[in-house]
């Protein structure tokens, strides 16, 4: 009762002071607040569920935008290349014309791939030939040399698939963190009916990945067509299914794995095109002046946020390896691979007062970028797992939780997998480091977090 009179109070005061502009104007403040106040329970939860599905609208429809340019993007590529082969993470690529550049930072290697006719001899590049990509100078001096047809096979087909499928385990990763962000937030809302919302955006994640993997076996087959490519098959087998959208969905969803057949021969008949490709090894310390150029500002940013310099550097390079332009596929930004709507919002309301989204130009600047991911790292220290007594288990915890959002991080240690993140902390002070880092391996719902942990963790030893 007090509450609503307080409500009735507000639209008194307002109706006061508010400028009259016709008779029945200033009733409409007082109105509203009596209608709020006898608003049927069933009204009350049905707003709340439309809030909700605003909340997630707000990152799915960005993050819908960013998927469908790109999937266009990809389209044009797969469609001259046989491959939509595009930046990430870990690897830079450009296009110029039918010359395709790339440097892979995991295999530290750079390739340099052209375009050309199938019956002609000379690629046009001279092995004496320079190229500039991602900032640094690429010779052919020394380089491999390879040729192939354009690629439409059915292999090939599946691995295009395969990107949609890593592409859905992270962004399922980040719904899982805007729930967590839902909970902090004490919306009154029971952390079951949120979790349940998150599954059924889930599901509509997944149906949506089921029609862009149609799009692109649509796609393969007409290129064969098109080109006189005889695909003679003689069994059917399983392709690689998505790991990932079958163990964060669990039980509530059948995710059937796409079988395709097992190819025996790939015949074409008018094939047009060639890939002449030439790779390069880089140096084994390609990164290293990169990563130079950012500990000033990792070591300034750990002093600030109380978060261990070598962290910050770990995470930098493997999430981007120390590029601050790159996009990847959430889609995150820059540095620290910074999601807007998620860590991006946490840091400006938090520590900013900015109740909003961080931009993609804010999140391009390495200053800001790196504040921010180090103070995302001190609300994952501070807050969602201060509970955990030891030091270097609870670290193991923040680049799980980094990568998948804390509440995964539950669901590794309750027996029942339950996101309880008390109950769980309460689990790991029973436990060694290094117990704490192998049950993170065995049972993070993602394999993707599992590969992001183990790597991180063995980036930390050369920082």
């Excluded at 008779?23 to 509203?32: I, M, Q, V």
């Excluded at 990152?59 to 595009?86: C, F, M, P």
């Excluded at 002449?276 to 990563?291: I, M, R």
């Amino acid at each position: 009762m007090v509450r609503k009179n307080i409500s009735l109070m507000a639209a008194a005061v307002a109706l006061v002071f508010s400028p009259l502009s016709n008779a029945e104007e200033p009733f409409d403040d007082l109105r509203n607040a009596i209608n709020k106040m006898n608003t049927p329970q069933k009204q009350k939860i049905a707003e709340f569920h439309q809030w909700l599905d605003q909340y997630f609208s707000q990152y799915e429809a960005w993050r819908d935008d960013y998927t469908a340019n790109q999937d266009k993007q990809r389209a044009v590529l797969i469609d001259k290349w046989g491959s939509g082969e595009v930046s990430s993470a870990t690897k830079t690529v450009e296009y110029n014309g039918d010359v395709k550049k790339i440097i892979d930072y995991q295999s530290n290697t750079a390739i340099v791939s052209v375009l050309v006719d199938v019956d002609q001899k000379d690629s046009g590049l001279k092995s004496a030939q320079q190229f500039e990509i991602d900032g640094q100078t690429i010779s052919l001096k020394h380089a491999i040399k390879q040729e192939a047809l354009v690629d439409y096979s059915l292999k090939q087909e599946q691995k295009e698939k395969q990107f949609v499928f890593d592409q859905v385990q992270t962004q399922m990763r980040q719904l899982d963190v805007q729930a967590d962000r839902l909970i902090a937030a004490n919306t009154g809302a029971p952390a079951d009916y949120i979790y349940q919302r998150t599954q059924d955006k889930k599901l509509a994640l997944i149906q949506s990945a089921t029609q862009r993997v149609v799009a692109i076996s649509a796609q393969f087959t007409a290129k064969r067509e098109q080109l006189g490519i005889n695909v003679e098959t003689v069994a059917q087998a399983q392709s690689v299914k998505p790991e990932s959208a079958v163990e964060s969905v669990k039980s509530d969803v059948n995710v059937k794995p796409i079988s395709e057949p097992v190819v025996e021969k790939v015949l074409p008949t008018k094939a047009e095109k060639k890939v002449v490709t030439y790779t390069v090894k880089l140096p084994n310390d390609s990164l290293s002046e990169a990563a130079a150029k950012y500990r000033p500002l990792a070591v300034k940013e750990g002093k600030k946020w109380g978060v261990e310099t070598a962290l910050i550097m770990a995470i930098m390079h493997n999430e981007s390896s120390f590029r601050p332009r790159v996009v990847s596929g959430a889609p995150a930004y820059g540095l620290m691979q910074i999601v807007p709507t998620s860590a991006g919002h946490d840091v400006n309301r938090k520590f900013r007062k900015i109740d909003a989204p961080m931009t993609e130009d804010e999140l391009f600047i390495p200053e800001i970028n790196v504040e921010t991911g180090a103070a995302y790292l001190r609300i994952l220290q501070e807050n969602y797992l201060s509970k955990i007594k030891d030091k270097q288990s609870r670290t193991y915890c923040m680049i799980a939780a980094y990568n998948t959002g804390a509440g995964n991080v539950g669901r590794a240690f309750n027996p029942d997998g339950a996101i309880n993140l008390n109950n769980a902390m309460d689990i790991i002070n029973t436990m060694t480091p290094e117990e704490v880092y192998h049950q993170l391996l065995e049972r993070l719902p993602y394999v993707e977090t599992r590969t992001y942990l183990s790597r991180v963790t063995a980036s930390l030893a050369s920082y």
